[in-house]
Each structure stands twice: as C-alpha cells, then as structure tokens.
C-alpha cells in the first residue's frame, strides 16, 4: 500500500474533503440563539456556515481574519471550529454587538448556547475569543505584519447603487453607514468599489501566507435592467494583484431564503437571486 497522503491544508478525511468542492453548496440551517442579536446588523451569515468555510481552508489553531467583521459571523464560526480569528470593523454598533454576544454566549459542543443554559454534557463550553477591532479595514490590516494570517475569509459590502430604500424592502437590512466614505457599500459606482476591493486585496496579499486562500462570499446585482455579475467582478480584481482564481461556490440557504418576488412578471425575465457566490482564491 502507498503511503497515507498528509494533508496539508485542513483537519478533514477524503470524504468530507470530497463533499465541499461540489460547486452547489445548499444549506438548510436555521436561526441560532445569538440571532435576536446579530439580525440587527441583517446582512448576516450562519456562523454554523462560516464554520464549515473555515474548517475547509484552515487546521485547528490557525488564524483567521475577517475585514469586513460585521457583528462577527466569521468569528463566530471560528469559536465553533476552534480556529483562532481576528476582524475588522467599521461601525462601533456592530462591534459592541459582537462584544455582547461574547459576554452572554459560550461555544458547547458545535452549538452556541446561553452561559445560562441548563444544557449539560461531557464536552465542556469553551469561550468565544475571537477579537474584534473598530476602524477602516485599509488602516488595520496595514499594522498587520507580513505572512501572518492562515486564511483570509469575508463577507463584503456590496451595496453600491443599491438606494437604502431597495435593501429594506428585500430584508431587514440595516447596516448602512450613511455618507460614511470609508465604507466600501457607499462607493459611488462598480468601478469605484472594486478600486477599494483592489486596494484591499493588495494587503491581504502581504498579510497572507503562501499558498493559503482568500475567501469572500459575494451576491451578484440586477440594476437598470441588467445583471451585474460582481462576484467574478471581484475575483477579476483579485486576479490582476496576483491571486489564483480556484473556483466559484453557489450557496443558497433554503432556511432563510427570501419569498419569490413577481420581478417583470408576464413582461420580461428578472431574476431573483437567492444564492450567493463563495469566491476562493489562492495566494501561489
């Protein structure tokens, strides 16, 4: 028999390695109890997914950084896969909900739960300690020293040319920061965004290890008529700093799916687009 081959990347075995490059990634996974909390920011992600990313693209023990913090669903996921992580964060509201979330939840098992929770089990509850930073990602990510971060995985802004008024009426989204210009969702047009996503990439690029991703989870728009396909936008972007484009995930997650609106209904096709795209990129 051939020698066991090492797996260099993640903790996984063949089949759970197999499973996650399927290029349709469903999920069905249903609010968590910190989501009274984080559903005030509402452009949010399952930690329990954000957990399954970065067990793919990191071992246990390695450290994960999220520019784009929001009220911490990556790190969240982090606690969960008992990763260490580290985020960024614009607006202090967000942050303070982070923080609140780490002082009323524990991780117990692959769940967080209340510290007040009666649950009992042999497993012990282990603290979420994943250490949030208020201030422009640009900024902070400029302090970090060169080949220090094992994975780069990010949730970003991608609201341009999207009024307020169009985000509340799809959801509850609230994470606006009016004329802020250092937030990248209030970039004035797709070519000004991605010269901000171009600048980010640049440094995650130094701060990056060799041979490790960069992973961010982007929707694509319809605006004036017109898909825009800003996740490959993106990935483009990427690829002009350096970053190998490895692949396009499709996620949709059916538990929290958004009812079907009749867009152009009996005129003309628009979409309506319930999935996003994980773009995985490699620093090689």
Known sequence: MGRKKENKLNDLNGSQWLYWTDSIYLTNIPVDATHPLRKKHGAIKPPEVMAEVIKFFTKKGEMVLDPFAG???TL???ALARRLS???ELNPIWVEV???ICRRFVVRGEK??????SSTGLEPCVEIDGVMEQGDCITLISRLQPLSIDAVITDPPYGCQHGIAGFKNETNFNMFNGDEPLDFANARSFDDYLVMMSLLGKEVWRVLKDGRYFVLIIGDRYQK???IPLAAMVGRTMQDIGFKLKGIKIWCNKATQRPLKPYGIMSAFVPNINHQNIVILRKQ
């Not at 967080?112 to 929770?117: A, G, M, V, Y």
């Open 71 to 73: 009220v911490g669903g």
């Open 112 to 117: 967080l739960e209340p510290r007040s929770s």
């Open 225 to 227: 008529g017109e898909y």
């Open 86 to 88: 580290f985020g960024f």
């Open 76 to 78: 969240l996921g982090a």
């Open 98 to 100: 982070y923080r609140e």
